[in-house]
């Protein structure tokens, strides 16, 4: 149980285009997701809380109008990264909380990678 | 501001015992959690401590001492395939608010 899908896996665009990735709670409902960005031999580093049906939370930094989130069902959670630039490719990670409990359950992560 | 550290980088070898220490520093705190990482890969979770003392799961064990603000992970008969990243992580409150991790610690095992 507890497991989480993001797709696409990998995903190679052009500067200037958006990409959307998507997190899904395959067996769980998640009122909580939460989109991490990690840089090669770097940390994980929070960009935004997404709780379905209301705006994300971004932190501070985080240009809310360059990653999209929409949270729209409680297994759903999306991350648009718009007219997106070299300085973009990153290793992208959701998470999403079971609402039963509070523990966290981590996708595969996407690698994004802007040419 | 809200802090974590452990050591950058630890080596072993095969069959020894490695622990990795986590000092955090954090506005609030519910527990304290391990992730490996292997590269290219997502964390996973190894262990979770919200009370003081020492969690054992298998080859791996996890400590918490709430009052030193401190942490460690022990690995135990070290295997080739623990070599990945090891991240320790706060939750800072029970609502589910995001993890706070700390910056890694690489574990690099040979035979």
């Known amino acids: 149980g507890a497991v989480v899908s993001q797709h696409p896996s990998r995903v190679i665009c052009k500067s200037g285009t958006s990409v959307k990735i998507e997190c899904r709670s395959l067996d769980f409902q998640a009122t909580t997701m939460f989109w991490y960005r990690q840089f090669p031999k770097q940390s994980l580093m929070l960009m935004a809380t997404?709780?379905?049906?209301?705006?994300?939370?971004?932190e501070q930094g985080v240009e809310k109008d360059k990653f999209l989130i929409n949270h729209a069902s409680l297994t759903l959670s999306t991350l648009t990264v718009t007219s997106a630039h070299p300085e973009d490719s990153s290793f992208y990670i959701c998470?999403?909380?079971?609402?039963?409990?509070?523990?966290?359950?981590f996708g595969p992560g996407t690698r994004l990678t802007v040419t | 501001g809200q802090s974590l550290e452990q050591p950058s980088e630890v080596t072993a070898v095969e069959g020894a015992i490695v622990q990795i220490n986590c000092t955090y520093q954090t506005s609030g705190f519910y527990g304290l959690s391990w992730y490996q990482q292997h590269d290219g890969g997502a964390p996973t979770f190894l262990s979770y401590?919200?009370?003081?003392g020492l969690e054992e799961t298998g080859r791996f064990s996890s400590f918490l001492s709430r009052s030193d603000s401190y942490g460690y992970l022990l690995l135990q008969e070290l295997q080739m395939k623990d070599s990945a990243s090891y991240f320790c992580?706060?939750?800072?409150?029970?609502?589910?608010?995001?993890?706070?991790f700390g910056k890694g610690t690489t574990l690099s095992v040979s035979s």
């Open positions: 401590n919200a009370l003081d």
């Open positions: 997404s709780n379905e049906g209301s705006k994300a939370t971004y």
């Open positions: 998470s999403a909380r079971d609402q039963r409990h509070y523990e966290q359950y």
């Open positions: 992580a706060v939750r800072t409150n029970q609502a589910g608010t995001a993890l706070i």
